[in-house]
């Protein structure tokens, strides 16, 4: 009896066995090449007409390599990066990838944490190259374009490469050494102000230039309303001569006297005194209406 149960659990496990080198599952978050004596043969849920589920290989002729199909990270440490300008910096970066070529990624890493190390590698060069003939103040300040150039330089060698996808590259941070921090930031403050300085100049230049305009439109404005004012002036005095001229004519006598009043009038001021006959001619209207 105890013998013929050990039989069947060995049967059993032989089963057991046979089936799990008989089928196999593909996650969804999974990709699977199925070798045959190292050759490829096929693919299990690769690319958007793959699907997860369960596969079937040929026993101990046929194995499987996964590669993770969901978008992946790796943190770059601090690497040491010469500037344009000669300047030491400490850069580290975080990088996203995907595996798009399960084969070629198989054929020229064999593992995945191998084809991390493989990717490190190429970051690296990547940072060297692009910020190498970027200035400190950029890499410091201007982060934006010059990621944006490391994504683009890094995914052509990791798409020919490695068969993988940069998604972004992002330098978490880009200091100075200790030593030297003290050295930039002063030569940083001084170039800064010499742009203030020049911002300034050519902002007190335009200030002038404007006020002097404006100056320029006062007088001209004040010579043009002056202009007016006087010709408004003749025109007024013309006309008003013209209407003197036309009244004394109709009446010459009283015309006379009017003149004589107002005369009266602005040399006589109240209490000023005169001495002057009352036959003098300038009083004649006091001795006759007629003035004669």
């Known amino acids: 009896m105890q013998r013929g149960l050990v039989f069947f659990a060995a049967i059993a496990g032989a089963v057991a066995f046979l089936v799990m080198q008989i089928f196999f599952i593909v996650d969804q978050t999974q990709q699977a090449l199925i070798l045959r004596l190292g050759e490829n043969q096929r693919f299990a849920n690769v690319g958007t007409t793959g699907s997860p589920g369960l596969y079937v290989k040929v026993p101990f002729i046929e194995s499987t390599v996964t590669f993770d ?6 943190t770059l440490t601090e690497q040491p990066i010469i500037a344009s300008d000669q300047e030491n910096l400490i ?10 070529d399960p084969l070629r990624f198989y054929q020229a890493a064999g593992t995945q944490d191998r084809g991390v190390e493989r990717l490190e590698t190429f970051t690296q060069s990547a940072l060297r190259r692009v910020l190498g003939g970027a200035t400190s103040n950029d890499i410091i300040s201007r982060r934006a374009p010059l990621m944006r ?9 990791a798409a020919t490469e490695l068969g993988v ?3 972004d590259v992002r330098i978490r941070q880009a200091d100075l050494p200790q030593q030297t921090q003290q050295r930039v930031f002063e030569r940083m403050r001084t170039e800064r102000e010499q742009v203030a300085a020049g911002i300034r100049a050519r902002g007190e230049e335009q200030a002038t230039r404007i006020r002097a305009d404006a100056d320029r439109q006062v007088t001209i ?8 004012g006087e010709a ?3 025109r007024g005095d ?3 001569a013209r209407i003197f001229a036309r009244a004394y004519g109709r009446n010459p006598e009283f015309a006379a006297f009017y003149r004589s009043l107002q005369a009266y009038e602005r040399a006589l001021p109240a209490g000023t005194p005169m001495v002057i006959p009352p036959d003098s001619d300038f009083f004649r209207y006091m001795r ?4 004669r």
């Open 238 to 240: 013309a006309e008003r």
């Open 69 to 74: 199909k969901r978008n992946l990270g790796f």
């Open 232 to 234: 408004t002036r003749g």
């Open 149 to 157: 150039a490391i994504r683009e330089d890094l995914n052509r060698e």
């Open 165 to 167: 996808n940069i998604i």
């Open 221 to 228: 404005i004040q010579a043009s309303a002056r202009e007016q």
């Open 91 to 100: 850069v580290d970066a975080f990088v996203r990838w995907r595996i798009v």
């Open 288 to 291: 006759d209406r007629n003035g």
